[in-house]
């Protein structure tokens, strides 16, 4: 198996624009039926062994619960209650409006009450169309889906490697569904100032100086995956700061800059998860260094932090 399969953005666009909206669905469940976290950790998809999943929710005193996962082994989506009853469908040959059919129906007749505030896509170009009217995205390519989440699975793996290497405060790995994308986000304790027009989700993502690193498969603007980094809010002269390797670069993004090592630049060469980690070490170095983070105080090699620890094989055979 190839570390970073090949993901050809326009030959699966139209499969990858189905899932998006399914997953946008299945989200605001999660959305409404979860518990806020800070900087909505809450809200995102882990990955798991066959797919994604919602991981178990249910806000309520009766002490039941529920969890949604889509299977990209067996191409399904399936709904598990803590009273042992499951629901089951595929996922192929289905539009948006019958996906959401199928999952209010069967939410429903497991005692969920599945009121979707909303029910229309976030920040796509058909966001005025509710997702029961959607006909038009029907696509799904079994073998693309399946693809789809090994590229996930992979790159989640290389993003907890990074994420070890650092002890301060660092969000889980996690697959957002309003903007597709995985990614993991380290923070300083220093507050952000943030405009008095952001929006409420703006002003929660971003009330702590943050710098980002994740992966993303593409869109319109950018019709090719790529591994990505920024610092938010963004210091002066962050763009002239050198990356590794030589390949990535400063992508200007409203008003700001992204640094982009593409994916394809990555998955031919001989080294793919080192130059990967190579890279998003580099933005992450260049933006604490701009932005004055104190990066030796919280470094993490390995993910240790007592020097004297021994090994995990000494700790094991003890």
């Known amino acids: 198996m190839e570390l970073f399969p090949a993901l050809p953005y326009a030959s699966w666009t139209p499969t990858k624009e189905t899932i998006h909206r399914f997953t946008q669905i299945v989200g605001k469940v999660r959305l409404a039926f979860s518990q806020r976290r800070n900087h909505w950790w809450n809200v995102p998809y882990h990955l798991t062994g066959r797919g994604i999943t919602t991981r178990p929710m249910g806000l309520t005193d009766s002490g039941e619960f529920f969890c949604v996962d889509f299977d990209f082994v067996d191409h399904s989506l399936k709904i598990a209650h803590s009273r042992g009853e499951c629901v089951t469908f595929p996922l192929q040959g289905l539009s948006v409006g019958a996906f959401h059919r199928r999952?209010?129906?069967?939410?429903?007749?497991?005692?969920?009450?599945?009121?979707?505030?909303?029910?229309?896509?976030?920040?796509?170009?058909?966001?005025?169309?509710?997702?029961?009217?959607?006909?038009?995205?029907?696509?799904?390519?079994?073998?693309?889906?399946?693809?789809?989440w090994v590229v996930l699975s992979q790159v989640n793996l290389?993003?907890?490697?990074?994420?070890?290497?650092?002890?301060?405060?660092?969000?889980?790995?996690?697959?957002?569904?309003?903007?597709?994308?995985?990614a993991v986000t380290r923070f300083s304790d220093k507050r952000a100032e943030l405009p008095a027009s952001a929006d409420e989700v703006t002003r929660e993502s971003y009330s702590r100086e943050v710098i980002s690193?994740?992966?993303?498969?593409?869109?319109?603007t950018f019709p090719e995956p790529a591994f990505y980094s920024y610092t938010a809010p963004e210091p002066k002269g962050l763009e002239e700061e050198r990356l590794s390797p030589p390949q990535a670069s400063w992508v200007p993004l409203?008003?700001?800059?992204?640094?982009?090592?593409?994916?394809?630049?990555?998955?031919?060469?001989?080294?793919?998860?080192?130059?990967?980690?190579?890279?998003?070490e580099s933005a992450f170095r260049a933006g604490g260094r701009r932005a004055g983070w104190d990066l030796d105080a919280k470094a993490?090699?390995?993910?240790?932090?007592?020097?004297?620890?021994?090994?995990a094989s000494d700790s094991l055979r003890s």
């Open 213 to 220: 690193a994740g992966f993303w498969f593409g869109d319109p």
């Open 103 to 148: 999952l209010v129906g069967s939410l429903r007749g497991l005692g969920v009450p599945c009121d979707i505030a909303r029910p229309y896509p976030y920040d796509l170009p058909d966001s005025g169309r509710p997702f029961a009217q959607d006909t038009e995205h029907a696509t799904y390519d079994a073998t693309q889906a399946h693809t789809y």
């Open 254 to 280: 409203r008003g700001s800059h992204l640094a982009v090592l593409r994916y394809d630049d990555v998955r031919g060469g001989p080294a793919p998860r080192e130059t990967v980690l190579a890279f998003l």
């Open 158 to 182: 290389v993003l907890e490697q990074y994420a070890a290497q650092w002890s301060g405060k660092t969000s889980p790995v996690h697959h957002f569904w309003h903007t597709f994308d995985i």
């Open 300 to 311: 993490c090699p390995g993910g240790v932090t007592c020097e004297s620890a021994p090994s």
